[in-house]
T-cell receptor, first 114, second 108 residues
Framework: NAGVTQTPKFQVLKTGQSMTLQCAQDMNHEYMSWYRQDPGMGLRLIHYSVGAGITDQGEVPNGYNVSRSTTEDFPLRLLSAAPSQTSVYFC?????????????FGPGTRLTVT | AQRVTQPEKLLSVFKGAPVELKCNYSYSGSPELFWYVQYSRQRLQLLLRHISRESIKGFTADLNKGETSFHLKKPFAQEEDSAMYYCALTGGGNKLTFGTGTQLKVEL
């Protein structure tokens, strides 16, 4: 199993550009989520999904869109990038939304917006 | 609002010395507490959770509801323990609130 994969590893955008961060998992996990990590701060939840077709907002959802058309994929879209979105983005998945299920994290995408 | 506080950005100890990484939380209900670890060039991974009351790699953590703490402890530090450690909580579901992390450096 590849586990949780994220692409790209690095990305530089100009203000106003759009892009999609990809996240996929091959563990048949129902629960997937996106976090961002900024210097001096812990990971903060952006959006999450408890299953295909179901998404919800986390702590910092503004400026990001998500969809979940399949169990395997959970892309994160930046419609109009801003410098404040410069961050490291982590995708995670777990078997279910119960806290007893371990979350598995991807390697991260480092995004810089100039 | 729920919050996790890790007061130390960096903790440096000698090999064989005891380790205690501090974690305090604020939450109005009964949270689930976790410790995650990120070794150099590796992914963030779960170390332990209080509901399991387990010891992983010699680490333990006890939930103290009176002091709202969940400190991570190990009696004898090993060089391979050097990593970034994050305390996290959830009040329901799998939506985690993380602390800012503590970098543990074990010196020879």
């Amino acid at each position: 199993n590849a586990g949780v994969t994220q692409t790209p590893k690095f990305q530089v955008l100009k203000t106003g550009q759009s892009m999609t961060l990809q996240c996929a998992q091959d563990m048949n996990h129902e629960y997937m989520s996106w976090y961002r990590q900024d210097p001096g701060m812990g990971l903060r939840l952006i959006h999450y999904s408890v299953g295909a077709g179901i998404t919800d907002q986390g702590e910092v959802p503004n400026g990001y869109n998500v969809s979940r058309s399949t169990t395997e994929d959970f892309p994160l879209r930046l419609l109009s990038a801003a410098p404040s979105q410069t961050s490291v983005y982590f995708c995670a998945s777990s078997y279910g939304s119960d806290p007893g299920y371990e979350q598995y994290f991807g390697p991260g995408t480092r995004l810089t917006v100039t | 609002a729920q919050r996790v506080t890790q007061p130390e950005k960096l903790l440096s100890v000698f090999k064989g010395a005891p380790v205690e990484l501090k974690c305090n939380y604020s939450y109005s209900g009964s949270p689930e507490l976790f410790w995650y670890v990120q070794y150099s060039r590796q992914r963030l991974q779960l170390l332990l959770r209080h509901i399991s009351r387990e010891s992983i790699k010699g680490f333990t953590a006890d939930l103290n509801k009176g002091e709202t703490s969940f400190h991570l402890k190990k009696p004898f530090a090993q060089e391979e323990d050097s990593a970034m450690y994050y305390c996290a909580l959830t009040g329901g579901g799998n939506k985690l609130t993380f602390g800012t992390g503590t970098q543990l450096k074990v010196e020879l």
